[in-house]
T-cell receptor
Framework: EDQVTQSPEALRLQEGESSSLNCSYT??????LFWYRQDPGKGPEFLFT???AGEEKEKERLKATLTKKESFLHITAPKPEDSATYLC???????????FGQGTRLTINP | DTEVTQTPKHLVMGMTNKKSLKCEQH?????MYWYKQKAKKPPELMFV???????INESVPSRFSPECPNSSLLNLHLHALQPEDSALYLC???????????FGSGTRLTVV
């Protein structure tokens, strides 16, 4: 069964304290892995797309990496405005749909 | 224009009402989607339109009726909803299947 699992469920950090969020997946026919940021009551905001193992992408304090079984979202020296829920999703080609993990709720304390 | 616009932002409706949610994009995307999101849960796919034709219906109850009048517009018609249908309804679009989706800000629906 196609599955996307994110960990931890929630993470609380101090400002400037770097860490990583994990997204592991077991899918057939992976066509892409996506990271989104979602603020309360808003729609998900696109961050990155990764297509093949070894690929890396960066945006400001965020860096996403991909292996054959998991992806990491590294956050370096986070600020309070980085607090949000981070969603990982995979596109399953056979089913023609995007499947989301449960998300990681990240809180950055000043 | 790189946005997906959803209206209304908030909607309160009774169980006997009929209402519609609207979604619009002008990015030339040919695939459009409806997702439902409950509190502290990830978005769940409801419908997929590809080139204005319904391609996926994730076994959604018939009280939800999607419509794609043209390549830029997507509607979700609501009728005889239940309180458990209260959720954030998200519209998204993409250039093609498997390419990054752009989401709207959503409609917060409350059924009373």
């Amino acid at each position: 069964e196609d599955q996307v699992t994110q960990s931890p469920e929630a993470l609380r950090l101090q400002e400037g304290e770097s860490s990583s969020l994990n997204c592991s997946y077991t899918v057939s026919g992976l066509r892409g892995l996506f990271w989104y940021r979602q603020d309360p009551g808003k729609g998900p905001e696109f961050l990155f797309t990764l297509y093949s193992a070894g690929e890396e992408k960066e945006k400001e304090r965020l860096k996403a990496t991909l292996t054959k079984k998991e992806s990491f979202l590294h956050i370096t020296a986070p600020k309070p405005e980085d607090s949000a829920t981070y969603l990982c999703a995979v596109y399953i080609q056979g089913a023609q749909k995007l499947v989301f993990g449960q998300g990681t709720r990240l809180t950055i304390n000043p | 224009d790189t946005e997906v616009t959803q209206t209304p932002k908030h909607l309160v409706m009774g169980m006997t009402n009929k209402k519609s949610l609207k979604c619009e994009q002008h990015m030339g995307h040919r695939a459009m989607y409806w997702y439902k999101q409950k509190a502290k849960k990830p978005p769940e796919l409801m419908f997929v339109y590809s080139y204005e034709k319904l391609s996926i219906n994730e076994s959604v109850p018939s009280r939800f009726s999607p419509e794609c009048p043209n390549s830029s517009l997507l509607n979700l018609h609501l009728h005889a909803l239940q309180p458990e249908d209260s959720a954030l309804y998200l519209c998204a679009s993409s250039q093609d299947a498997g390419v990054g989706y752009t989401f709207g800000s959503g409609t917060r629906l409350t059924v009373v």
